[in-house]
């Protein structure tokens, strides 16, 4: 009989192998979850996405692909028929940027790098990008709810912004939080690791004990929703990553040497699928950050 690891890592290696990310192979379609005032989010394939249906406005962050995003329209028909007012895209993965064109929101606001590098990204199809974007802040009011957007510097990529809904205390993460997964490191589209966790130190700092964070991707063990000690577990697992790498440097161990480990002592219960979701890929990437 194999065991439950045995299973998660056949299944996820089968979703790298299709170009799937992890979450994909376990995700409840049309999944809503509703976490606090009118503020909620859905599980499908791809980064999870976040909403908040009321009637003085309907907000999504992010769009996963056409097909989930059609599924997700259909059941947020159910709960609110109204036209989405904005879409927000965290940063610019085609998980979270696929479905723009479906959900056919009256506004998509996005980090100024977003659709720079949408494009940068290629495909099959021009991706319907950010009508609206902005450098590091933005705000709105919609009924008794204030959205705001925050980008501070690169990290999972060089576009991340952090969503928050201020009277709820709901904060969607996008990618900046893979929960007990190994993450993608986009070092090609300007993502770095030591601003990554400058990033969460500042939303740790931003934030409080009571926000309910929504999380891009999580080991189902874990799942995608949240809180304090998630974003802290993150920005601890990056941090060893910096300080493994470091010590290997200082000790003149190789490349190799020092990227070719199987565990990182501290994180057993973080999973590994496909090649660009490991610890090695993880490892290499701060490598070539710090010798740069």
Do not use: C
């Not at 992010?62 to 989405?84: H, M």
């Not at 501070?152 to 709820?168: N, Q």
């Not at 740790?204 to 999380?215: A, F, G, M, P, Q």
């Not at 974003?231 to 070719?260: H, P």
Request: glycine share 10%.
């Amino acid at each position: 009989m194999h065991s439950r690891r045995s299973f998660l890592k056949h299944a996820g290696l089968l979703a790298m192998a299709a170009g799937l990310p992890f979450q994909s192979v376990f995700a409840q379609t049309g999944a809503f979850t509703l976490l606090r005032r009118n503020v909620g989010l859905y599980s499908n394939r791809g980064g999870t996405i976040g909403w908040m249906f009321q009637p003085d406005g309907t907000i999504v962050v992010d769009s996963q692909y056409p097909d989930q995003a059609a599924e997700f329209l259909v059941g947020a028909k159910e709960r609110r028929d109204s036209q989405i007012d904005v879409l927000f895209n965290t940063h610019h993965h085609g998980d979270h940027t696929g479905g723009n064109g479906t959900m056919k929101a009256k506004k998509i606001v996005a980090q100024e790098q977003v659709p720079i590098l949408q494009v940068a990204q290629g495909g099959r199809t021009t991706p319907v990008v950010a009508t609206e974007t902005f450098k590091t802040e933005w705000e709105g009011t919609f009924g008794d709810e204030t959205v705001n957007a925050h980008h501070l510097k690169p990290a999972h990529s060089g576009s991340d912004t952090i969503i928050h809904f201020e009277e709820a205390n709901v904060a969607h993460m996008g990618d900046l939080v893979f929960n007990r997964v190994y993450p993608f490191i986009d070092r090609n589209s300007g993502g770095r690791v030591k601003g990554w966790i400058e990033t969460l130190e500042a939303a740790l700092k931003r934030y409080d004990n009571e926000t309910l964070y929504i999380l891009g991707h999580g080991n189902p063990a874990f799942g995608v929703q949240g809180n304090a000690s998630d974003v802290e577990q993150m920005r601890d697992y990056l941090t060893a990553l910096i300080t493994q790498v470091e010590t290997g440097i200082k000790r003149g161990k190789s490349r190799e040497e020092i990227t070719t480990m199987m565990i990182l002592p501290g994180f057993e219960d973080y999973v590994s699928f496909g090649p660009r979701l490991s610890l090695t890929a993880n490892l290499e990437t701060v490598y070539d950050e710090l010798t740069a």
